[in-house]
């Protein structure tokens, strides 16, 4: 069963905007920290955005300033605002969640969604 579920990838040209989505379910239990990271053809999966349960959020240096990761408890979902893409922001984009369950700490990962950049 899918837990984390990403929406909102696609093509756009460089200097636009996309909005990504991703909710969990509920099954997964109380969500500590969520987030996204992104694998660049060729490269290794690097850490974007954080966001933790109380409001802290951090991001990537190659990102500031263009993107702003947010979360909504109650909707169990956290949103990454990308604006200003440039081609290098070409990726797949993965959600991930660590969440506590009856005691147990896990973390999930989505499927991934692609976001590619043109020039």
């Known amino acids: 069963q899918v837990q984390l579920v990403e929406s909102g990838g696609g093509l756009v040209q460089a200097g636009g905007s996309l909005r990504l989505s991703c909710a969990a379910s509920?099954?997964?239990?109380?969500?500590?920290?969520m987030g996204w990271y992104r694998q660049a053809p060729g490269k290794q999966r690097e850490l974007v955005a954080v966001a933790t349960r109380g409001g802290r959020t951090n991001s990537a240096d190659s990102v500031k300033g263009r993107f702003t990761i947010s979360r909504d408890n109650a909707k169990r979902t956290v949103y990454l605002q990308m604006n200003s893409l440039k081609p290098e922001d070409t990726a797949v984009y993965y959600c991930?969640?660590?969440?506590?369950?009856?005691?147990?700490?896990?973390?999930?990962w989505g499927r991934g969604t692609r976001v590619t950049v043109s020039s």
């Open positions: 991930n969640a660590d969440a506590y369950y009856s005691g147990r700490y896990n973390d999930y």
């Open positions: 509920e099954s997964i239990g109380s969500i500590n920290n």
